[in-house]
Nanobody
């Protein structure tokens, strides 16, 4: 397992943008596929986006395609989630996840962060 820390959450108006960051200390993320999940009020945790260990492949939930972008910054050992055109239904706690497998990181990742709150006001 790898320890993950998310930052960048906050309150934003509908139509606005936020960038979430996921980092770890002491270990490199370069050998892990990385992902983002979210859990809205009264909802189950759901997959949002993922990126392969090489950064060559990305995956998105239909609800965020065209609005969210996942990327890796290997120099900073971080993974970013750029969220544009935010909607009130994007309000959730967002979790970073890691797994050696690109498939597993989308479904049952081995490592989780503690989460960061994103609130989108209408």
């Amino acid at each position: 397992q790898v320890q993950l820390v998310e930052t960048g959450g906050g309150l934003v108006q509908a139509g606005g943008s936020l960038t979430l960051s996921c980092a770890t200390s002491g270990r490199t993320l370069s050998s892990y596929a990385m992902g983002w999940f979210r859990q809205g009020p009264g909802k189950e945790r759901e997959f949002v986006a993922a990126i392969s260990w090489s950064g060559g492949s990305t995956y998105y939930a239909d609800s965020v395609k065209g609005r969210f972008t996942i990327s890796r910054d290997s120099a900073k050992n971080t993974v970013l989630l750029r969220m544009n055109d935010l909607k009130p239904e994007d309000t959730a706690v967002y979790y970073c996840a890691a797994d050696p497998s690109s498939r597993a990181v989308q479904t049952r990742p081995g490592s989780w962060g503690q989460g960061t709150q994103v609130t989108v006001s209408s």
